[in-house]
């Protein structure tokens, strides 16, 4: 039904709605997914909820038509002047009255306002429930960049062995920076590992990773040359800006690092790993910890 | 790694853009939306069924009762989650209050609030109860009486708002809405309708079967205004005291 | 009294949640009782529901909230459940897992969240009401709240545990909203061009004005697909689930592992059937050409992935991943018996997963740890547990006598028949994957080798731990007997498969699939 | 053609309040501008006959959100890095 031309006059002048809510959806989807604070995600998510709700309501408007409530000659309660004989003698004054088609045209579709109820409220509760989340990992880890969180979380998991051997990176760390490939479905996963690859494209050539797990296709395992950097970084504390952790790393180090930083050779073969779990169970057995929940 | 994410974002915002072409006219009655026959019989009969002025009201708490009880449970839900995840939380940094400032309530400030909490609390009530004829109803009402407590907590500090409104009573006052809810839809089966079917009220409120709709929406909206008010204020509590309900804003 | 089954199932856990709620300030004591009873009641309206569905000459029940009815309404004005065999059969799959897994969680609640009995029965409860809400509604926007009410106590219930729980959870919740938001851009999208959000009025919609070539449709069966697809954890958008199952208090991962994805499962499969109709979801969109290879990516890297764990739990959830795999390569090879294959395996899954589960949460009660090296010699200590996590196992791999196995040979039939090979040899791949898995983990635990190959005891079998290690100690009954009980039922329904896939094939009479070599 | 300029003003001020609130450094100014668009939000729907829903977004969107997370923003550090 369009001729040409007048797509962009379609869009741009009659339903500047429909091209207004795509943009603020792309913007909150953008945000969710780029941002680095745990907040400023939140408002990302808020501003996508919004959008949706946008469109619903502007599929409700009816050109010229009055707010769903009914005028005071529809009222079905006729005036409030007469209210008192008003329900008992229903035809006496106009009572409640089906009305025809040309009257409904007078009044908006109130079907999408009622949903519309729902998904404000339901935005809120869920946006109720992140804040407290992240509360719990500013108690966790004293930040709330996902950047930092994500090297506190894996320096944690790498620190729990008091002899500290460069652990060949199993794979339950790309796990958690398993990058989801853009496969032709346009992927929602924020997980962290974008911006993994956005400090370490700075840093030197990441090597696979040495474990035997064939590299998957999606998956970027993170070398223990970077883990090394990395952990030296949490170690030490990451600087203000941990965009850049290799430098930051260099700079920090003239604090004393309390673990001795014994760095062998990563060997890439199985062995390797074999003797790091096995050197990891026997440390892990004597002190029986409860296990990190 | 912006750049890398904004691939997805495109894709989606291509597709909906490819959509958009082939949306109905804007605003035109003979849309799909609008013309069917669903919205056709909110718009006509919500006076004959109901007698209810306001058909959104109608619509959320009649009509589609089902779903706004499941809202109210999804506000029930984000405040025991709240409570959940931070009750005796610790952490490193948790204990660290960095800006705890020992000072008591401002005269100006005070006196105004009092003054001002009164009215908000009275608004709230019309809200709730007027949401049949104007815009307003349980939801809204809810938060406004809500807020008026988060005022409370604002101006003097929050124990004397945790005085009024302890959070143990706002789990029960929560509770209490959504049995309200359930209760009349409860009610309206054990007297022989389906699930929240009002119109059975008639059989033992000496009204007729629409205004036993009438007069049980407006139940309804009470059960929901508590919860509402409730996990507001409760929300607020936790979030703002990392649910120690010690010092806070 | 009974006419209203289905809305008891509903009723129950809902006001118990709000007792539990309530009372449980008084005495946390009273919490685990509300749970249990409140699961049974909802689990006894629900067999009289399908008493109720098989009874009926068209084996389907519409039950109109708020009086509506259909002689004198309009289909949509009130919210209607629409409960189906299929609809009736997950349903009472939520709430057996529910129940089981509600006796089980007595003592790991009190242990590993301490004072937060009340706030986790609450929580508990509601996740099933939301589930079984999923499977019975009959409205898509009804079907979004209900969506949120799960995921919302899913959030909750997780986060619950440690800080490190905490930061698995702010994932799950970016991606479930964005998950959640796209399904009801896509009911938005179907309300602008239908009129209506009753799920059979938009299904005769669709037929009466030939929507199936509008692009406005088109984008509506893409955005709810993705939705569902994110939040069934398919495999581009998993990377919220390993962290999240792992970090989660241990009930809650029982809770959750058998039940959301495969939830997920029954939203795409009702999607696909009853809303957009066999015709508009195979012949006039090309997914039918996409999914598959999609699916055989998703098995091959999740089975990898779990290959490479070196923990229990970790593991398990890969599984999950790949799982959900092949019950959407099932769906989407568009063939009779691979819809027959795709529902068996949302049943028989659940029960697999939640064998698996307990008995992981039994080993991490007991052994203190799930991770591989900490677990030698477990059989000769906690043999009944070991039993009843490896006919799990065995299930999920898929020999005869379980429920995997014929689940999975429907799958596989649907395969061949409708030649899509590369299904059919990625599921062989995987099945082959799994079995290293879980021979692997009775390898650690039964011989005397560690993983390096050196001999730790002095030869045939002897572990070289000394008696205190592998006395007898078992773990305790309270959550001994729900594991015993989910792995004899895994094997019951293997047995009694016939009757379950002649229920299935009543339901799926209706919708003209193709049985020979389909499009 | 007032209605069709104030509907139009409206919905470019919504863009910009949405992209000042994620590109500003600090939380608590981001969280005040987000305040702005949800009250930008509600009067558009206002303007298209929303009523019941504007109201909604008023008080629980603009309100209730605004306050629990500047509430929030007060326990966790004010400096944003993006």
């Keep these: ?293 | 790694m912006k750049k890398l994410s904004l691939i997805p974002v495109l894709l989606v915002g291509a597709l909906l853009i490819y959509a958009a072409e082939d949306f109905p006219e804007w605003g035109s009655p003979s849309a799909p939306a609008s013309a069917s026959p669903l919205s056709s019989h909110f718009i006509s009969n919500t006076g004959v069924d109901t007698e209810v002025p306001n058909m959104v009201t109608a619509v959320l708490a009649d009509y589609r009762g089902f779903d706004t009880m499941f809202e109210t449970v999804v506000v029930f839900i984000a405040g025991m989650a709240v409570l959940a995840i931070l009750k005796n939380s610790s952490g490193p940094n948790s204990k660290k209050k960095i800006f705890h400032i020992e000072t008591e309530p401002d005269i100006i400030v005070t006196n105004t609030v009092r003054l001002l909490i009164p009215v908000i609390q009275i608004f709230a009530f019309y809200v709730l109860a007027h949401g049949h004829v104007s815009p307003g109803g349980g939801f809204q009402g809810g938060v406004v009486m809500g807020a008026s407590f988060i005022m409370i907590a604002l101006s003097w500090d929050l124990d004397t708002a945790l005085a009024r409104f302890p959070v143990e009573r706002c789990t029960v006052v929560a509770g209490l809405g959504i049995i309200l809810y359930g209760g009349i839809g409860l009610l309206s089966m054990f007297l022989g309708g389906e699930f929240l079917d009002y119109a059975e009220l008639a059989n033992i409120f000496p009204v007729s079967r629409e205004m036993a709709r009438y007069h049980a929406m407006l139940g309804v909206e009470i059960g929901v205004g508590l919860t509402v008010t409730a996990i507001m204020f409760s929300l607020y509590a936790n979030l703002s005291t990392e649910g120690r309900l010690k010092g806070g804003l | ?519 | ?82």
């Design chain 1, 1 to 293: 039904m369009f001729e040409d031309g007048s797509i962009i006059n379609e869009l741009f002048i009659e339903r500047l709605n429909y091209l207004i809510y795509v943009v603020l959806l792309l913007i909150g989807l953008h945000a969710m997914i780029a941002k680095n604070n745990l907040i400023k995600k939140l408002i990302g998510m808020s501003i996508f909820q919004t959008a949706i709700i946008l469109f619903y309501v502007s599929v409700g408007v009816k050109e010229g038509a009055t707010i769903p409530i009914y005028l005071p000659e529809h009222d079905p309660h006729g005036s409030h002047a007469s209210h008192s004989d008003g329900n008992e003698t229903e035809q006496s004054n106009h009572g409640p009255v089906v009305l025809d088609a040309e009257l409904v045209k007078g009044y908006s579709n109130p079907l999408p306002h009622v949903l519309m109820l729902t998904a404000i409220v339901v935005g809120v509760a869920t946006l109720g429930l992140a804040l407290a989340l992240c509360l719990r990992i500013y108690q966790g880890y004293g930040t709330i960049e996902e950047d930092e969180i994500l090297a506190k979380i894996e320096g944690q998991e790498m620190g729990t062995k008091p002899s500290v051997v460069v652990k060949s990176v199993d794979s339950s760390k790309p796990a958690t920076s398993q990058s989801a490939k853009p496969a032709s479905k346009p992927k929602g996963s924020s997980s962290p590992s974008p911006k993994r690859s956005k400090a370490s494209p700075r840093t030197k050539a990441k090597a696979t990773s040495p474990t035997t797990k064939a590299k998957t296709s999606g998956a970027k395992p993170v070398s223990p040359k970077r883990k090394a950097a990395a952990s030296k970084s949490t170690t030490t504390g990451s600087k203000k800006s941990p965009a850049k952790p290799k430098t930051a790393a260099s700079k920090s180090t003239t604090k004393a690092k309390p673990k001795p930083r014994a760095k062998p050779k990563a060997k890439p073969t199985a062995r390797a790993k074999a003797t790091s779990t096995a050197k990891k169970a026997t440390a892990s057995k004597p002190k029986p910890k409860t296990p990190k929940k």
């Design chain 3, 1 to 519: 009294m009974m006419e209203n089954a289905i809305a008891w199932i509903l009723i129950f856990p809902l006001f118990g949640s709000v007792a539990c709620a309530i009372l449980g300030m008084g005495n946390k004591k009273i919490c685990y009782p509300i749970a249990v009873l409140s699961m049974a009641g909802s689990l006894w309206a629900g067999i009289e529901a399908l008493r109720q569905v098989i009874a009926s000459e068209e084996h389907t029940i519409s039950y109109i909230f708020g009086g509506w009815t259909l002689d004198q309404y309009p289909r949509g004005v009130g919210i209607e459940f629409y409960a189906d065999i299929l609809g009736i059969l997950i349903t009472l799959v939520v709430l057996g897992v529910g129940l089981i897994v509600a006796i089980y969680s007595k003592l790991p609640v009190q242990e590993e969240t301490p004072g937060k009995e009340p706030l986790f029965y609450t929580l508990f409860l509601l996740q099933i009401t939301g589930l079984a809400g999923i499977c019975l509604t009959g409205d898509a926007f009804n079907l979004y709240v209900l969506i949120e009410v799960a995921a919302l106590t899913g959030y909750g219930l997780i986060a619950m545990g440690s800080n490190r729980a905490a930061a698995a959870t702010f994932n799950y919740v970016m991606l479930g909203t964005i998950g959640a938001s796209l399904y009801l851009l896509g009911v938005g999208y179907i309300y602008i061009k239908t009129g209506t959000l009753n799920m059979i009025g938009i299904q005769q919609a669709i037929e009466a004005n030939g929507l199936a070539d509008s692009a406005t449709m088109q984008v509506a069966f893409v955005l709810v697909g993705i939705g569902i697809l994110i939040k069934m954890a398919f495999f581009p958008f998993h990377a919220w689930l390993p962290n999240a199952y792992c970090n989660a208090p241990t009930t809650t991962s029982c809770l959750l592992a058998p039940l959301v994805t495969k939830v997920m499962i029954y939203v795409m499969i009702r999607m696909v059937l009853s809303v957009f109709g066999v015709e508009f979801s195979f012949e006039s969109t090309m997914w039918v050409d996409v999914m598959p290879w999609l699916v055989v990516v998703a098995i091959l890297c999740a089975a990898i992935m779990a290959l490479a764990q070196r923990e229990i739990k970790r593991m398990l959830a890969y599984l999950i991943v790949a799982e959900v795999g092949y019950m959407v390569g099932g769906i989407w090879i568009y063939n009779y018996y691979g819809f027959i294959g795709s529902i068996f395996h949302v049943i028989s899954d659940a029960c697999m997963t939640l064998c698996l589960f307990l008995g992981a949460g039994l080993i991490l009660r007991k052994a203190k740890t799930t991770k591989f090296d900490g677990l030698r010699g477990l059989f000769g200590k906690m043999p009944l547990t070991m039993t009843g996590f490896f006919i799990g196992g065995f299930s999920i791999i898929g020999l005869p006598p379980t429920c995997g196995f014929f689940s999975k040979w429907y799958l596989i039939t649907g395969g061949m028949v409708s030649q899509r090979w590369e299904y059919m040899v990625v599921l062989m791949f995987s099945t082959m994957v799994m079995v290293v898995l879980f021979f692997r983990l009775i390898e650690r635990i039964h011989l005397a080798v560690t993983e390096s190959g050196e001999n730790l005891g002095h030869g045939h079998g002897d572990l070289g731990l000394n008696a205190e290690q592998t006395r007898f100690d078992e773990g305790p009954l309270s959550m001994l007997i729900p594991l015993l009980v989910s792995a004899t039922i895994v094997i019951v329904v293997g047995i009694y498969n016939q009757d379950v896939v002649s229920l299935i094939e009543i339901f799926l009479s209706d919708y003209n699939l193709p049985r020979g070599t389909g499009h």
């Design chain 4, 1 to 82: 053609m007032g209605l069709e300029l104030f509907n139009t003003l409206i919905l470019l001020l919504l863009v910009v309040a949405a992209l000042i609130a994620l590109r500003v450094k600090d939380l608590l100014t981001a969280s005040v501008v987000f305040a702005v668009y949800s009250f930008l939000m509600c009067l558009l729907w206002a303007e298209m006959g929303a009523v019941d829903v504007a109201f909604t977004e008023a008080t629980v969107g603009a309100g209730i959100s605004t306050v629990v997370m500047i509430a929030t923003i007060f326990n966790l550090k004010r400096k944003s890095s993006d």
